[in-house]
């Protein structure tokens, strides 16, 4: 078949791995002008590891993991109160920080590498709009022209253009838990370890600082706010952004005043809304959402990147099976996968990401003297060891897409729903900009 997946991220090159190893031709839209290789640290837990090694990219990953060995509370004077350690024993589930953290880019472009001699790339291009019948689908690009493909694959993140296609008019598939968050990068000082630091600051507010090279510390400022203000403010211009996150932090203390200074010369900044993708539409007809687009667990869930991952596991392998039967393979993805995304995505309490902020520094030292009580006794390691499974449950990844991937070695690299019942609708042309939030 000739696919057109929209979005060149973790999940839509995923998709492209699989998809062209299953005899498929596949061209890749990215609406920004090169590959997308910026953004935070993400990390891989559970079936996204397996994901990762059975593609064969599993040593490419550890290549480029980011040191980071555990997390700490810290006070105002950057003291630690409690430490929770890194679970590297192999066994149970993760603690929170991964074994395998490593920055978006560079995975990004572990799977570029893994995919460009296969797949076609357009940059500077996106899919504005498509309509389709019973054996195509007509895709609008961004620079006025047109394609016919026999399968469009929405891959294009949180605020999806195929997605608003295919959901019905006014229906909000955004499950919102009241918290934002932005981050960039400033220079790295001598003080900045391989422990990440999480400063609590009365108000709701939370800064993180985690350094991922000899050069470069990551700054987060973390809000808990449910305002009009604190949702339109990641559409607004990045300098407008900046404005709003020092307004809210410029009396925080700790390394607040670096982090603000940093803003201003960042090479990377990013503001968000923390949301789940919640619909129980995955597809109509010749048309299917993957990663972000289907199933945005948000960063809390520790199983955004993974979920992508497995997503495009799932699909590319239900398609590879049974090439001549869209429908049912279609069907199937969302039979097999729902499971697993409903598990990932209910991990995400609203209630405990609260306690977590809290609004009074009597509540911050409520909360930091029972968390160091609990690192004292070694509870989190001990749950870490002896858990059965990590945050994604027993679910079990299912066989390979396309038998055993045929990939080149690393040495040998030359580079609970809330909201509407969102149903189909008739109408699947996208406005031309905008976000679902």
Known sequence: MRVLVAGGGVAGQALAFWLTRGGHRVTVVERFPALRDAGAQV??????????????????????????????????????????????????????????????????RILHDATKDDTEYVFDMSVDGFEQDEHTVTAHFSDGSSGAYDLLIGADGQGS??????????????????????????????????VRDTYMVPGGRQIMRRSHNPTETQAYFVLREESEEAS???????????????????DAGWQTDRFIEGMKTSPFFYSQEIVQVRTDTWSEGRVVLAGDAAHCASPY??????????????????????????????????????????????????????????????????????????????????????AKDDRDGDWQLPENPEGQPQVRSTSEDTSSRSGPDCSQRNSRTTPANGSCA
Not at 171 to 193: E, L, T
């Open 43 to 108: 990390d891989l837990r559970g079936q996204g590891v397996e994901a990762v090694e059975r593609m064969g990219l599993l040593d490419a990953v550890r290549g480029r993991l980011v040191d980071e060995t555990g997390v700490a509370f810290v006070d105002s004077r950057g003291r630690a109160r409690a430490t929770i350690m890194a679970n590297t024993s192999g066994k149970g589930r993760q603690t929170l920080t991964s074994e395998y953290e490593i920055m978006r880019g560079d995975l990004v």
């Open 161 to 194: 253009r195929i997605r608003r296609a295919l959901l019905p008019a006014g229906c909000d598939p955004y499950w919102r838990v009241g918290i934002h968050m932005a981050y960039w990068f400033v220079p790295r000082i001598a003080s900045d370890s391989t």
């Open 232 to 250: 339109a403010i990641h559409r607004a211009p990045v300098e407008r952004q900046q404005e709003f996150w020092a307004s809210r932090f410029r």
């Open 301 to 386: 869930s520790g199983m955004g990147v993974s979920g992508g991952l497995v997503g495009a596991h799932v699909l590319a392998g239900e398609i590879n099976r049974h090439p001549g039967e869209l429908p049912a393979a279609l069907a199937h993805y969302d039979q097999v996968l729902r499971p697993f995304v409903d598990a990932i995505q209910s991990g995400v309490n609203p209630r405990l990401l609260r306690l977590g902020m809290p609004m009074t520094q009597r509540a911050i030292d409520v909360f930091q003297a029972a968390t160091a009580l609990a690192c004292f006794l070694h509870v989190p390691d001990l749950d870490a060891r002896f």
